[in-house]
Nanobody, 114 residues
Framework: VQLQASGGGLVQPGGSLRLSCAASGSIFSINAMGWYRQAPGKQRDLVALITSGGSTNYADSVKGRFTISRDNTKNTVYLEMSSLKPEDTAVYYC?????????WGKGTLVTVSS
Protein backbone atom coordinates (compact mmCIF):
# COMPACT_ATOMS: atom_id res chain seq x y z
CA VAL A 1 0.00 0.00 0.00
CA GLN A 2 1.27 3.45 -0.91
CA LEU A 3 -0.10 6.84 0.00
CA GLN A 4 0.64 9.98 -1.98
CA ALA A 5 -0.26 13.28 -0.38
CA SER A 6 -0.37 16.63 -2.12
CA GLY A 7 -1.69 20.16 -1.72
CA GLY A 8 0.50 21.69 0.94
CA GLY A 9 2.00 25.13 0.65
CA LEU A 10 2.18 28.63 2.03
CA VAL A 11 -1.06 30.41 2.86
CA GLN A 12 -1.90 33.59 4.72
CA PRO A 13 -3.82 33.52 8.00
CA GLY A 14 -7.53 33.25 7.30
CA GLY A 15 -6.88 31.52 4.01
CA SER A 16 -7.85 28.10 2.72
CA LEU A 17 -6.04 25.07 1.43
CA ARG A 18 -7.04 21.62 0.23
CA LEU A 19 -4.98 18.51 0.83
CA SER A 20 -5.41 15.27 -1.09
CA CYS A 21 -4.09 11.78 -0.42
CA ALA A 22 -4.43 8.92 -2.86
CA ALA A 23 -3.95 5.34 -1.75
CA SER A 24 -2.81 2.61 -4.12
CA GLY A 25 -2.09 -1.08 -3.86
CA SER A 26 -4.16 -3.65 -1.96
CA ILE A 27 -6.92 -1.49 -0.54
CA PHE A 28 -9.75 -3.22 1.28
CA SER A 29 -13.27 -1.85 1.16
CA ILE A 30 -13.41 -1.43 4.93
CA ASN A 31 -10.82 0.97 6.24
CA ALA A 32 -10.28 4.34 7.81
CA MET A 33 -8.30 7.20 6.37
CA GLY A 34 -7.13 10.23 8.22
CA TRP A 35 -4.90 13.22 8.49
CA TYR A 36 -2.38 13.85 11.21
CA ARG A 37 -0.02 16.74 11.69
CA GLN A 38 3.28 17.35 13.39
CA ALA A 39 4.58 20.78 14.23
CA PRO A 40 8.29 21.32 14.93
CA GLY A 41 9.22 19.92 18.31
CA LYS A 42 5.80 18.41 18.89
CA GLN A 43 4.25 15.00 18.60
CA ARG A 44 2.14 13.86 15.69
CA ASP A 45 -1.53 14.42 16.43
CA LEU A 46 -4.79 13.44 14.82
CA VAL A 47 -6.46 16.15 12.75
CA ALA A 48 -9.39 14.29 11.23
CA LEU A 49 -10.46 10.75 10.48
CA ILE A 50 -13.07 9.25 8.15
CA THR A 51 -14.17 5.65 7.85
CA SER A 52 -15.15 3.91 4.64
CA GLY A 53 -18.73 4.28 5.85
CA GLY A 54 -18.38 8.03 6.12
CA SER A 55 -18.15 8.50 9.89
CA THR A 56 -15.86 11.36 10.83
CA ASN A 57 -13.89 12.50 13.84
CA TYR A 58 -12.08 15.81 14.30
CA ALA A 59 -9.61 17.29 16.70
CA ASP A 60 -11.27 20.01 18.76
CA SER A 61 -8.81 22.58 17.43
CA VAL A 62 -10.04 22.18 13.84
CA LYS A 63 -13.76 21.59 14.32
CA GLY A 64 -15.78 24.02 12.23
CA ARG A 65 -12.76 24.97 10.12
CA PHE A 66 -11.60 21.71 8.52
CA THR A 67 -13.64 19.16 6.60
CA ILE A 68 -12.51 15.65 5.76
CA SER A 69 -14.06 13.74 2.90
CA ARG A 70 -13.23 10.77 0.72
CA ASP A 71 -13.90 9.27 -2.67
CA ASN A 72 -14.00 5.51 -2.24
CA THR A 73 -13.92 4.96 -6.01
CA LYS A 74 -10.53 6.68 -6.10
CA ASN A 75 -9.28 5.57 -2.66
CA THR A 76 -8.60 9.23 -2.01
CA VAL A 77 -9.11 11.31 1.11
CA TYR A 78 -9.32 15.10 1.17
CA LEU A 79 -8.90 17.73 3.84
CA GLU A 80 -10.49 21.10 3.19
CA MET A 81 -8.90 23.63 5.52
CA SER A 82 -10.32 27.11 5.98
CA SER A 83 -9.83 30.00 8.40
CA LEU A 84 -6.26 28.82 8.74
CA LYS A 85 -4.23 30.04 11.68
CA PRO A 86 -0.46 30.21 12.22
CA GLU A 87 -0.80 27.40 14.74
CA ASP A 88 -2.02 25.14 11.94
CA THR A 89 1.51 25.23 10.52
CA ALA A 90 2.83 21.68 10.46
CA VAL A 91 3.73 18.75 8.29
CA TYR A 92 0.50 16.97 7.47
CA TYR A 93 0.50 13.20 7.05
CA CYS A 94 -2.22 10.96 5.72
CA UNK A 95 -2.82 7.52 7.10
CA UNK A 96 -4.75 4.47 5.99
CA UNK A 97 -5.74 1.89 8.56
CA UNK A 98 -7.00 -1.51 7.44
CA UNK A 99 -6.89 -4.95 9.01
CA UNK A 100 -5.31 -3.32 12.08
CA UNK A 101 -2.31 -2.17 10.05
CA UNK A 102 -1.39 1.50 9.62
CA UNK A 103 0.09 2.84 6.42
CA TRP A 104 1.56 6.34 6.30
CA GLY A 105 2.23 8.67 3.46
CA LYS A 106 5.06 11.14 3.26
CA GLY A 107 4.10 14.45 4.77
CA THR A 108 3.16 17.63 3.04
CA LEU A 109 4.13 20.94 4.62
CA VAL A 110 1.47 23.53 5.39
CA THR A 111 2.76 26.94 6.41
CA VAL A 112 0.34 29.62 7.59
CA SER A 113 2.11 32.94 7.66
CA SER A 114 1.74 36.50 6.48
Amino acid sequence: VQLQASGGGLVQPGGSLRLSCAASGSIFSINAMGWYRQAPGKQRDLVALITSGGSTNYADSVKGRFTISRDNTKNTVYLEMSSLKPEDTAVYYCKLRQMSVDYWGKGTLVTVSS
